[in-house]
């Protein structure tokens, strides 16, 4: 490989003197690698995010965590201590919401509690970063339409994830419990509950190509993948038509 005739600024090839940055061009070898380095410390500046936490005593789970990057990202978490947690995408329609009503929400900036006397529904924190701007808001019961909004999403991805361990589960440990979990995996699609539904294909797909499922299941799991593939459910076909 050539690397053309050594000239000009410490005899750098015509390749490396256009991959190095112009202000470095003609500094000493000492001063570039001093250079290089302070680039590299330099800490990646992070995208906004959203974290929701839920506590509620004597539910299943009782803790909960979800965090969502601007970038689509999320981490569900069952436990504070959870370093494993479940990682999947949604897609950016549904993120431009969520981050649209933390927007109105001015990003969690002001309180969100009703001050009424309700029942304990658990409690609910959103959380807001962005760099060094952190905002953070609890409540049991909120009345504000945004505040109710996000909530439901959360308790969308909440419900999802579940049934999304359910059927996980049910595969590795329990093929006779896969019809069980598998139609609490239907529910939520018909009534268009499922987030980010494509994540569900690969358990989809292993059930309906191993034969070691019952035929009935193997249907059923190839009949919803079809279904996640065309983006809504069969029924909603049938009605259109």
């Avoid at 701007?133 to 339409?145: A, I, K, L, P």
């Avoid at 009534?191 to 797909?205: N, S, V, Y």
Wanted: hydrophobic residues 40%; aromatic residues 10%; glycine residues 6%.
């Amino acid at each position: 490989m050539k690397w053309g005739s050594p000239s000009g600024c410490g005899g750098l090839s015509d390749r490396r003197r256009a991959a190095s940055p112009p202000q470095a061009k003609c500094l000493p070898h000492k001063a570039r690698l001093a250079m290089v380095f302070c680039l590299a410390i330099i800490p990646a500046v992070a995208d906004p995010r959203i974290v929701y936490s839920k506590f509620f005593k004597g539910s299943n789970p009782e803790f909960v965590s979800i965090t969502v990057e601007k970038d689509g990202h999320v981490v569900y978490r069952r436990a504070e201590d959870d370093a494993n947690g479940r990682e999947f995408n949604l897609n950016p329609q549904d993120v431009r919401e969520m981050f649209d009503l933390a927007d109105k929400l001015g990003d969690f900036s002001r309180p969100l509690e009703s001050g009424l006397k309700v029942a304990n529904m658990g409690k609910k924190t959103f959380r807001y970063e962005d760099g060094a701007t952190v905002r953070e808001v609890s409540f049991n019961y909120s009345v504000d339409e945004a505040a109710k909004q996000l909530v439901d999403w959360f308790e969308r991805i909440t419900a999802t994830e579940e049934v999304y361990l359910g059927l996980d589960s049910a595969i590795h440990f329990d093929k006779l419990g896969v019809d069980q979990a598998f139609l609490q995996v239907r529910m939520l699609w018909d009534a268009r509950r499922l987030a980010a539904p494509e994540q569900f294909l690969p358990l989809l797909e292993r059930i309906a190509k191993n034969e070691s499922f019952m035929h009935m299941d193997r249907d059923r799991a190839a009949s919803l993948a079809d279904e996640i593939h065309a983006g809504h459910p069969a029924t909603e076909a049938k009605s259109s038509k």
